[in-house]
């Protein structure tokens, strides 16, 4: 070959991977680190039309996108389980006192924390699909053992493991996202399956309504019974992500040869570098110098705290407004829908208007911001308004959305973007951990401490979002001045250079 052409992955959002044609100049070193895909070499340069590539789109998102829907649903309602085995007597049945529910609800992401490595390093090695399979197969594997688990130290034990297992869901999820998707496609798609969070929501509560109409004296216990009907549709549906859901464009069989290649050479140019395995030591110190890092850090861990006490709580949260258990699943259920409405809609906004991201993740930080302080404030007997207040904190998870875009849009350099992702990630573990013990069982019906934890948390990423876009915008302009208009050629080949947005001088913001 008169010049070297290797397959590389990609980078696009969270590692895609892609075919690529190297410059000569990109030195062998990094060339060796890609990964190769020889029989796609001759559709390097293939001509694809808008139409192509339209279809293309739309076959993976009636085949890919479900799956992760579905995957991320069943994580969901897996994790929270306890928030609905708790409405049929788990506490009496395993004798908790005091503050043992908020460490059971809270170990899983401890679990979480210490999996997340792991699982990323398996994930960056071997194929993410068969990894996630075998991930999702134990931590269902987990959920039933819970029927088992009598004593809190057991069950204490069992939640550690099931964040252990559960941790190569969602960066696992958002990395595939990037194989599938170009720069621009990605935020829609990760709001639709992210809004699996509300489905799986809906799902749960129907689930608990319909458990509920049995009879309370029976065999296995109804809050058994929860744990026996999801930890079996996990393990069932692991079965169906190892042998269905292919690991990357090249390998889809629910497409020919050439739509493999369209489908690949789709998400090409997307600026943000290659996937290898070597490891930048001068990225690391950029990492955490990084103010996109750092303000992502804090937002992410200020928003889990409230999001420990949502997840964990809402259904003891609404019944103590007053409410019957089958009304509560009900009452649950139309907050939920409201996470759905606002995710979908977050992501069609950020498709068709440009630059739109954090403006939108700003609108959705002061609409749960203001619905916590309503709720801290507004006096008990208002039932109704402080219910559609804890309602309207659902839209919060638009932000945790935008901050995982922001990482795969705006941070080029792998170990950059790498180290990026571990940070937010373990915010997220750790605020989801301190959530359920701002829910003090003292303050009930009221739990004032747990709506102030709400309030503050929601302020305190507004405010962290607002200075990443004031952040990002003046970036651009500055470089606009300092650099004049961007070349997107020399900007792609930065990109495969592993260059950081720093070095890049033709890197802009997505904002």
Sequence with gaps: MSKLAHDVDIVSGDETIEHYEMKQEIDDTQAQNAVGYQEYIEGLDIEMTDREAK??????DLTVLPMFLITQALQFMDKTSLNYANLFGYQKALHLKGEQFAYLSAMVYAGYFFGQYPCGWLIGRYPAQKVMAISIFLWGVMVLIMTQSRTYSSALAV????GVFEAAVTPGLTLMTGFWYTRKEIPLRQCIWYSSLGWGGIIGSYLSMGVSKLPSRMTPERWELIFFILGGATCIWAIVIWFFLPDSPSKARFLNHRERIIAVKRVAG????????SFDKTQVKLGFLDPKTLLLFVSVFAAAIPNGVVNSFSTIIIKDMGFSTTMTTELKSVGDAIQIVGLLISGAIILNVPNSRLIVATVANI????AAGCMAYIPRHHTWARLACFWLVNVQSVGFTVSLTTI???????THRSLATALVF?????GNFAGPFVV?????PEYHGATIGLLVGYAIKFCCHLALLIYMFTSNKRRDKVYGPRNKARSDEAGMRDQTEFENKDFRYVL
């Design 270 to 277: 997307n600026e943000t570098g290659i996937k290898n395995k």
């Design 426 to 430: 373990t915010a997220y573990c750790w």
């Design 367 to 370: 609409i749960c911001t203001v």
């Design 159 to 162: 939640r550690f493991f099931m």
């Design 408 to 414: 795969s849009s705006n941070m080029a350099g792998y």
């Design 55 to 60: 279809k293309v789109r739309w076959k993976i």
């Design 440 to 444: 003090k069982p003292s303050q009930a």
